[in-house]
C-alpha cells in the first residue's frame, strides 16, 4: 500500500502500511478514536492509520461537557487500541444453528471444516464483533451463554423483526432501579421503561441450544452531556455523580 492522504471531515488521514493481519474479520468498518484508525476487510490484512487534525481546524473541545474529567479513562495502558472482535458460543449441533442465525437477517461469514475441527461465523447487522460457534472450538457446555448484548434504537421494531422470522422472544421489560437490570428478576417490571429512556427497555431470545441474548435500547449514548434527559435518573447520578 503506497503512502497517500485523503481528507475526512475535521481530520487528515495518513495511510501507512499494514502492520497485522486478521484470520477472521468481522466486516469492513472504521474507527477513528485517539488518533488510532484501523481499517478491517474481510479476506485482507489489518492496516493502521494515523489521524491529526486538519491545521485550520478550530478545536471545540466538548469533551468537558460531556464527560467528568474525574471519570475520563486513557485509551489503554499501552497505548494501543483494543476492540471486541468475537463472541465464541457453545452450541450442539452446527448445521442447525448455522441455519438458525441464518434466519436472524444476520451477515454469513464463514464455514470452515477442518480435519478435527469446524468454524462457523455470523456477523449481526452493523455490528463490529461477530459470533462463532462449531466443533471443538470451545470448551464450554452447549448453550450456556449467558449477557450477551445486542443493541438496538427501537426495541418494538426489533422484537416484531424477530417475531416475524419465527424466533420466540420474552415480553420487553425493564429494571426499576434504573441502571441495569437484575439476573435474578428483583426489580424487573414488563413493558419498556414509561419514559423510554436510553439503556432502560429490554426483551430476551435464545437460540437452539439455550445460548440467551438481551436487546437493549439505546437511543442516546452515554455519557451524554450534564443533565440530558435522555437517560434515567438513576443511570445520570451513576456517570455524573
Known amino acids: 500500500m503506497n503512502p ?17 493481519s486478521w484470520p477472521l474479520p468481522s466486516r469492513r468498518y472504521l474507527s477513528a478514536m485517539a488518533g488510532v484508525v484501523r481499517v478491517h476487510k474481510l479476506g485482507t490484512r489489518v492496516a493502521t492509520f494515523r489521524i491529526r487534525r486538519r491545521p485550520s481546524q478550530r478545536s471545540t473541545d466538548m469533551d468537558s461537557e460531556l464527560r467528568p474529567s474525574s471519570k475520563e479513562a486513557p485509551q489503554s495502558l499501552s497505548g494501543v487500541a483494543m476492540t471486541l472482535e468475537l463472541a465464541v458460543i457453545a452450541v450442539s449441533d452446527v448445521d442447525r444453528s448455522k441455519l438458525f442465525y441464518a434466519a436472524l437477517g444476520w ?21 463490529g464483533c461477530s459470533v462463532m460457534f462449531g466443533q471443538n472450538i470451545i470448551t464450554a457446555p452447549s448453550g450456556s451463554s449467558r449477557g450477551l448484548h445486542l443493541v438496538v434504537s427501537d426495541l418494538p421494531a426489533a422484537r416484531s423483526d424477530l417475531l416475524s422470522r419465527g424466533v420466540e422472544t420474552s415480553e420487553p421489560f425493564h429494571d426499576v432501579g434504573g441502571i441495569f437490570h437484575h439476573s435474578n428478576g428483583v426489580g424487573i417490571t414488563a413493558g419498556l421503561n ?37 437517560f434515567t435518573k438513576e443511570l445520570t447520578k451513576a456517570v455524573w455523580g
Open 194 to 230: 414509561p419514559e423510554r429512556k436510553s439503556y432502560a427497555s429490554y426483551f430476551i431470545f435464545h437460540d437452539p441450544d439455550g445460548n440467551e441474548w438481551t436487546v437493549q435500547e439505546i437511543t442516546t449514548r452515554l455519557p451524554g452531556r450534564k443533565g440530558d434527559t435522555a
Open 4 to 20: 497517500s492522504a485523503r481528507r475526512g471531515y475535521g481530520t487528515m488521514v495518513s495511510y501507512i502500511q499494514p502492520t497485522a
Open 107 to 127: 451477515r454469513f461469514d464463514i464455514d470452515f471444516q477442518g480435519d478435527d475441527y469446524r468454524i462457523v461465523q455470523f456477523t449481526p447487522p452493523g455490528s
